[in-house]
């Protein structure tokens, strides 16, 4: 079982900032991609940033181009979302997640989910 320890939400005033990282407990196994998805209440669960083993391929949803970074440390097998310029609307459960076989997109495929990381932007 692939299980993804999250670390890193919080309590920010806009405008803040915060960094989130996932660590997959499968260590020794590489992975196609790695996605930071998110949810509120109501609503469903959207795609927030994604990135590929290499680092060379990532994906951003519009709603926080510019303002979040997504980025991978291989040798200490963690994915970070940095995430600057936080807004209320940016308030939600992030959930990280992966996948170890290819997929048509980066938004797509991804079979392991974590505990999710409640993130919350006051105004």
């Known amino acids: 079982q692939v299980q993804l320890v999250e670390s890193g939400g919080g309590l920010v005033q806009a405008g803040g900032s915060l960094r989130l990282s996932c660590v997959p407990s499968?260590?020794?196994?590489?992975?196609?991609?790695m996605g930071w998805f998110r949810q509120d209440p109501g609503k469903e669960r959207e795609f927030v940033a994604a990135?590929?083993?290499?680092?060379?391929?990532?994906s951003y949803a519009d709603s926080v181009k510019g303002r979040f970074t997504i980025s991978r440390d291989n040798a200490k097998n963690t994915v970070y979302l940095q995430m600057n310029s936080l807004k209320p609307e940016d308030t939600a459960v992030y959930y990280c997640?992966?996948?170890?076989?290819?997929?048509?997109?980066?938004?797509?495929?991804?079979?392991?989910w974590g505990q999710g990381t409640q993130v919350t932007v006051s105004s």
């Open positions: 997640a992966t996948r170890y076989r290819v997929a048509p997109t980066m938004r797509v495929g991804y079979d392991y």
């Open positions: 499968r260590r020794a196994f590489r992975w196609y991609a």
């Open positions: 990135i590929s083993w290499s680092g060379d391929n990532t």
